[in-house]
Protein backbone atom coordinates (compact mmCIF):
# COMPACT_ATOMS: atom_id res chain seq x y z
CA UNK A 1 0.00 0.00 0.00
CA UNK A 2 1.11 3.36 -0.79
CA UNK A 3 0.90 5.29 2.26
CA UNK A 4 1.60 8.45 1.02
CA UNK A 5 -1.38 8.28 -1.71
CA UNK A 6 -4.05 6.95 1.59
CA UNK A 7 -2.32 9.44 4.21
CA UNK A 8 -3.74 12.40 0.92
CA UNK A 9 -7.14 10.19 0.65
CA UNK A 10 -7.42 10.23 4.70
CA UNK A 11 -6.85 14.41 5.02
CA UNK A 12 -8.90 14.78 1.84
CA UNK A 13 -12.00 12.59 4.08
CA UNK A 14 -11.55 14.35 7.02
CA UNK A 15 -11.89 17.87 5.44
CA UNK A 16 -15.23 16.93 3.47
CA UNK A 17 -16.65 15.62 7.12
CA UNK A 18 -17.99 18.92 8.36
CA UNK A 19 -20.17 18.79 5.08
CA UNK A 20 -20.99 15.36 5.63
CA UNK A 21 -22.19 16.16 8.78
CA UNK A 22 -24.56 18.67 7.99
CA UNK A 23 -25.94 17.39 5.53
CA UNK A 24 -26.74 13.90 7.94
CA UNK A 25 -27.95 16.76 10.34
CA UNK A 26 -30.33 18.02 7.82
CA UNK A 27 -31.21 15.27 6.45
CA UNK A 28 -32.24 13.94 9.98
CA UNK A 29 -33.86 17.42 10.71
CA UNK A 30 -36.45 16.97 7.53
CA UNK A 31 -37.01 12.72 8.05
CA UNK A 32 -38.21 14.46 12.02
CA UNK A 33 -35.28 13.52 14.85
CA UNK A 34 -36.08 16.56 16.34
CA UNK A 35 -39.63 16.86 16.72
CA UNK A 36 -42.77 14.33 16.67
CA UNK A 37 -44.63 13.96 13.08
CA UNK A 38 -47.38 11.85 12.26
CA UNK A 39 -47.31 9.21 9.65
CA UNK A 40 -43.24 10.04 9.67
CA UNK A 41 -41.63 8.55 6.57
CA UNK A 42 -39.38 6.91 8.86
CA UNK A 43 -39.80 6.15 12.42
CA UNK A 44 -38.24 8.74 14.40
CA UNK A 45 -36.49 6.24 17.01
CA UNK A 46 -34.86 4.83 13.61
CA UNK A 47 -33.41 8.23 12.65
CA UNK A 48 -32.19 9.11 15.94
CA UNK A 49 -29.79 5.70 16.39
CA UNK A 50 -28.66 6.29 12.77
CA UNK A 51 -28.05 9.70 13.82
CA UNK A 52 -26.12 8.25 17.02
CA UNK A 53 -24.57 5.53 14.65
CA UNK A 54 -23.00 8.36 12.49
CA UNK A 55 -21.69 10.37 15.12
CA UNK A 56 -20.04 7.74 17.00
CA UNK A 57 -19.16 5.55 14.41
CA UNK A 58 -17.58 7.76 11.67
CA UNK A 59 -14.63 9.75 14.07
CA UNK A 60 -13.81 5.85 15.08
CA UNK A 61 -13.46 5.03 12.13
CA UNK A 62 -10.63 8.60 11.35
CA UNK A 63 -9.18 7.23 14.55
CA UNK A 64 -8.60 3.67 13.32
CA UNK A 65 -7.09 4.93 10.30
CA UNK A 66 -4.80 7.46 11.95
CA UNK A 67 -3.55 4.73 14.10
CA UNK A 68 -3.08 2.27 11.21
CA UNK A 69 -1.26 5.14 9.61
CA UNK A 70 1.04 5.56 12.49
CA UNK A 71 2.09 1.76 12.71
CA UNK A 72 2.38 1.58 9.08
CA UNK A 73 4.82 4.79 9.32
CA UNK A 74 6.49 3.57 11.99
CA UNK A 75 7.43 0.03 10.72
CA UNK A 76 8.44 1.95 6.62
CA UNK A 77 10.77 3.58 8.94
CA UNK A 78 11.93 0.81 10.57
CA UNK A 79 12.40 -1.34 7.65
CA UNK A 80 14.16 1.21 6.13
CA UNK A 81 16.94 2.05 8.89
CA UNK A 82 17.22 -1.94 8.15
CA UNK A 83 18.12 -1.71 4.90
CA UNK A 84 20.84 0.99 5.16
CA UNK A 85 23.26 -0.97 3.88
CA UNK A 86 21.91 -0.96 0.19
CA UNK A 87 22.50 2.37 -0.92
CA UNK A 88 26.28 1.31 -0.86
CA UNK A 89 27.68 3.80 1.35
CA UNK A 90 31.16 1.63 1.30
CA UNK A 91 31.80 2.67 -2.17
CA UNK A 92 29.41 5.62 -3.53
CA UNK A 93 30.86 5.41 -6.69
CA UNK A 94 28.41 2.38 -7.42
CA UNK A 95 25.53 3.93 -6.59
CA UNK A 96 22.53 2.88 -9.10
CA UNK A 97 23.22 6.68 -11.73
CA UNK A 98 19.66 8.63 -12.29
CA UNK A 99 18.92 11.66 -13.35
CA UNK A 100 17.59 13.27 -10.36
CA UNK A 101 15.05 15.07 -11.46
CA UNK A 102 12.07 16.86 -8.78
CA UNK A 103 9.74 19.07 -7.13
CA UNK A 104 10.39 20.97 -3.62
CA UNK A 105 8.79 24.02 -1.19
CA UNK A 106 10.13 27.04 -0.70
CA UNK A 107 9.82 30.07 1.02
CA UNK A 108 11.12 33.57 0.20
CA UNK A 109 12.46 35.37 2.93
CA UNK A 110 14.73 38.34 3.52
CA UNK A 111 15.45 41.42 1.94
CA UNK A 112 16.91 40.91 -0.66
CA UNK A 113 14.96 38.06 -1.43
CA UNK A 114 16.29 34.64 -0.75
CA UNK A 115 14.81 31.27 -0.97
CA UNK A 116 14.28 29.14 2.48
CA UNK A 117 13.46 25.72 3.01
CA UNK A 118 10.51 24.85 5.61
CA UNK A 119 12.99 24.05 8.26
CA UNK A 120 14.51 27.17 7.76
CA UNK A 121 18.03 26.91 6.00
CA UNK A 122 19.09 29.70 3.05
CA UNK A 123 20.02 28.89 -0.31
CA UNK A 124 21.02 30.12 -3.80
CA UNK A 125 19.00 29.01 -6.95
CA UNK A 126 22.68 27.18 -7.56
CA UNK A 127 23.99 25.90 -4.55
CA UNK A 128 25.84 23.09 -2.34
CA UNK A 129 24.06 21.54 0.61
CA UNK A 130 26.07 22.26 3.75
CA UNK A 131 25.52 20.22 6.64
CA UNK A 132 24.83 21.90 9.96
CA UNK A 133 25.08 18.97 12.47
CA UNK A 134 28.66 18.13 11.53
CA UNK A 135 31.24 20.48 9.85
CA UNK A 136 33.06 17.34 8.81
CA UNK A 137 30.19 16.25 6.47
CA UNK A 138 30.08 16.44 2.69
CA UNK A 139 26.25 16.05 2.07
CA UNK A 140 24.99 13.72 1.68
CA UNK A 141 25.42 11.94 4.23
CA UNK A 142 23.07 8.22 4.79
CA UNK A 143 23.18 8.40 8.75
CA UNK A 144 22.30 11.98 8.50
CA UNK A 145 19.78 14.03 7.32
CA UNK A 146 22.68 16.93 5.47
CA UNK A 147 21.94 17.57 1.56
CA UNK A 148 19.09 19.04 -0.45
CA UNK A 149 15.60 17.12 -0.57
CA UNK A 150 13.29 16.63 -3.31
CA UNK A 151 9.76 14.83 -4.64
CA UNK A 152 10.07 13.26 -7.47
CA UNK A 153 6.36 13.21 -8.14
CA UNK A 154 4.49 16.36 -8.67
CA UNK A 155 1.55 15.43 -7.03
CA UNK A 156 3.53 14.48 -3.55
CA UNK A 157 4.44 17.96 -3.77
CA UNK A 158 1.57 19.80 -4.63
CA UNK A 159 -0.35 17.86 -2.10
CA UNK A 160 2.54 18.68 0.01
CA UNK A 161 1.82 22.60 -0.53
CA UNK A 162 -1.68 22.73 1.11
CA UNK A 163 -0.09 22.03 3.60
CA UNK A 164 1.98 25.16 3.78
CA UNK A 165 0.16 27.68 1.91
CA UNK A 166 2.98 29.94 2.28
CA UNK A 167 5.24 28.44 0.83
CA UNK A 168 6.09 28.25 -3.43
CA UNK A 169 6.56 25.14 -5.39
CA UNK A 170 9.91 24.77 -7.18
CA UNK A 171 11.42 22.65 -10.05
CA UNK A 172 14.97 21.28 -9.16
CA UNK A 173 17.86 19.55 -10.83
CA UNK A 174 20.12 17.44 -8.08
CA UNK A 175 23.45 16.96 -9.24
CA UNK A 176 26.27 15.00 -7.29
CA UNK A 177 25.85 12.33 -4.97
CA UNK A 178 22.69 11.41 -4.51
CA UNK A 179 20.75 8.84 -2.78
CA UNK A 180 17.23 7.40 -4.29
CA UNK A 181 14.24 7.24 -1.81
CA UNK A 182 10.79 5.66 -2.39
CA UNK A 183 9.30 9.31 -2.93
CA UNK A 184 12.03 11.35 -3.54
CA UNK A 185 15.94 12.41 -3.30
CA UNK A 186 18.54 13.54 -1.48
CA UNK A 187 21.16 15.09 -3.10
CA UNK A 188 24.84 17.09 -2.97
CA UNK A 189 23.71 20.39 -4.62
CA UNK A 190 20.93 21.49 -6.36
CA UNK A 191 20.24 23.99 -9.49
CA UNK A 192 16.38 25.83 -9.20
CA UNK A 193 14.95 25.58 -12.68
CA UNK A 194 11.49 27.37 -12.32
CA UNK A 195 9.41 29.17 -9.90
CA UNK A 196 5.88 27.91 -10.34
CA UNK A 197 3.85 31.30 -9.72
CA UNK A 198 0.47 30.15 -7.89
CA UNK A 199 -2.48 31.61 -9.81
CA UNK A 200 -4.71 32.87 -7.13
CA UNK A 201 -3.54 36.18 -4.81
CA UNK A 202 -1.81 34.62 -1.64
CA UNK A 203 -3.95 36.79 0.54
CA UNK A 204 -7.41 36.89 -0.58
CA UNK A 205 -7.08 33.58 -2.45
CA UNK A 206 -9.75 35.28 -5.54
CA UNK A 207 -8.60 37.28 -7.73
CA UNK A 208 -5.48 36.82 -10.45
CA UNK A 209 -1.85 37.26 -8.31
CA UNK A 210 0.30 39.59 -9.78
CA UNK A 211 2.77 41.14 -7.83
CA UNK A 212 5.33 39.74 -4.83
CA UNK A 213 5.06 41.90 -1.61
CA UNK A 214 6.96 41.69 1.42
CA UNK A 215 5.87 41.44 4.77
CA UNK A 216 7.37 41.71 8.51
CA UNK A 217 6.39 38.02 10.42
CA UNK A 218 7.34 37.56 14.01
CA UNK A 219 8.55 34.38 15.01
CA UNK A 220 9.34 31.88 17.68
CA UNK A 221 11.94 33.20 20.31
CA UNK A 222 11.40 36.63 19.34
CA UNK A 223 12.91 36.20 16.12
CA UNK A 224 11.44 37.72 12.87
CA UNK A 225 12.10 37.69 9.42
CA UNK A 226 10.36 39.87 6.33
CA UNK A 227 8.73 36.89 4.14
CA UNK A 228 7.51 37.75 0.69
CA UNK A 229 4.43 36.11 -0.80
CA UNK A 230 2.33 36.96 -4.26
CA UNK A 231 -0.78 39.28 -3.89
CA UNK A 232 -3.38 40.62 -6.83
CA UNK A 233 -3.25 44.52 -7.46
CA UNK A 234 -6.28 45.08 -4.73
CA UNK A 235 -4.36 43.66 -2.11
CA UNK A 236 -0.92 44.98 -3.13
CA UNK A 237 -2.10 48.27 -3.02
CA UNK A 238 -1.50 49.63 0.47
CA UNK A 239 1.83 48.24 0.71
CA UNK A 240 4.86 50.58 0.00
CA UNK A 241 6.95 50.89 -3.12
CA UNK A 242 9.86 49.29 -1.44
CA UNK A 243 8.46 46.37 -0.55
CA UNK A 244 7.02 45.09 -3.80
CA UNK A 245 8.57 43.29 -6.49
CA UNK A 246 7.06 42.29 -10.44
CA UNK A 247 7.40 38.13 -11.14
CA UNK A 248 10.17 38.91 -13.65
CA UNK A 249 12.47 41.53 -10.84
CA UNK A 250 11.72 38.81 -8.42
CA UNK A 251 12.92 35.81 -10.53
CA UNK A 252 15.97 38.10 -11.38
CA UNK A 253 16.75 38.33 -7.53
CA UNK A 254 16.68 34.99 -6.72
CA UNK A 255 18.51 34.12 -10.08
CA UNK A 256 16.35 31.77 -11.41
CA UNK A 257 17.01 31.89 -15.48
CA UNK A 258 13.16 30.28 -16.20
Not at 11 to 24: H, K, Q
Not at 68 to 91: Q, V, W
Not at 167 to 182: A, M, R
Request: glycine share 6%.
Amino acid sequence: MNLAKFKRRLIRAIRLYPILALTVLALAYFLGAFEKKEDPLIAQSTVITALYLFVGLVPLLFIIAFIFLGGATDREFKKMGSRNEKFSTSDPFLLDSEKMFGYKLALITNRPPVLTGLTGDLYKADDAAVCSLNTEHIPPVINCECGFYAYKEFDDAKFELTLNPSSFLIDVDLFGLGFIYQRGYRAESQVVRKLRIPKRCMRCHTLPARVFVANYKLGYASTSWWQWQIYCLLCSKGAKPENKLTITQMKGALAIRE
